[in-house]
């Protein structure tokens, strides 16, 4: 595993009406939401490190703290950064931030952990 502190990447897409707080039941707004800002954190997360896993691995989450700062119109542009701030074992933590076109709309941790998927999903049927 390759991984270490200061990894980074930054996605970059419209609120979707999907991600809407009306339609995932977070609330009646027709606005980006919360849980949607906390996949797009964890989407962040996963994609910056699954290139530096070793193969059949992947990471699951297992703790999300976030700050959920302003509303953002469905429409427009949203920006995720994800960074990798430590890795301790399987245990690797993150650092994001979230930027519509107005500034800064939520921030946060995020924590996974490094499985074998094969692993991790034989656990689950039994």
């Given at each position: 595993?390759?991984?270490?502190?200061?990894?980074?990447?930054?996605?970059?897409?419209?609120?979707?009406?999907?991600?809407?707080?009306?339609?995932?039941?977070?609330?009646?707004?027709?606005?980006?939401?919360?849980?949607?800002?906390?996949?797009?954190?964890?989407?962040?997360?996963?994609q910056v490190v699954q290139p530096?896993?070793?193969?059949?691995?992947?990471?699951?989450?297992?703790?999300?703290?976030?700050?959920?700062?302003?509303?953002?119109?469905?429409?427009?542009?949203?920006?995720c950064t994800a960074t990798v701030?430590?890795?301790?074992?399987?245990?690797?933590?993150?650092?994001?931030?979230?930027?519509?076109?107005?500034?800064?709309?939520?921030?946060?941790?995020?924590?996974?952990?490094?499985?074998?998927?094969?692993?991790?999903?034989?656990?689950?049927?039994?």
């Amino acid at each position: 595993m390759s991984l270490a502190p200061g990894l980074t990447l930054t996605l970059e897409a419209p609120a979707a009406p999907r991600e809407s707080a009306a339609a995932v039941a977070s609330g009646a707004l027709e606005v980006f939401s919360t849980p949607s800002l906390v996949a797009r954190f964890e989407a962040a997360c996963l994609q910056v490190v699954q290139p530096h896993l070793p193969g059949g691995s992947t990471t699951v989450g297992i703790e999300v703290a976030v700050k959920h700062l302003k509303a953002t119109s469905i429409g427009q542009p949203v920006r995720c950064t994800a960074t990798v701030t430590a890795v301790a074992g399987r245990r690797i933590t993150f650092a994001g931030e979230l930027w519509d076109a107005e500034g800064r709309i939520g921030e946060g941790t995020h924590t996974r952990m490094v499985v074998d998927a094969a692993a991790f999903l034989a656990r689950l049927s039994r």
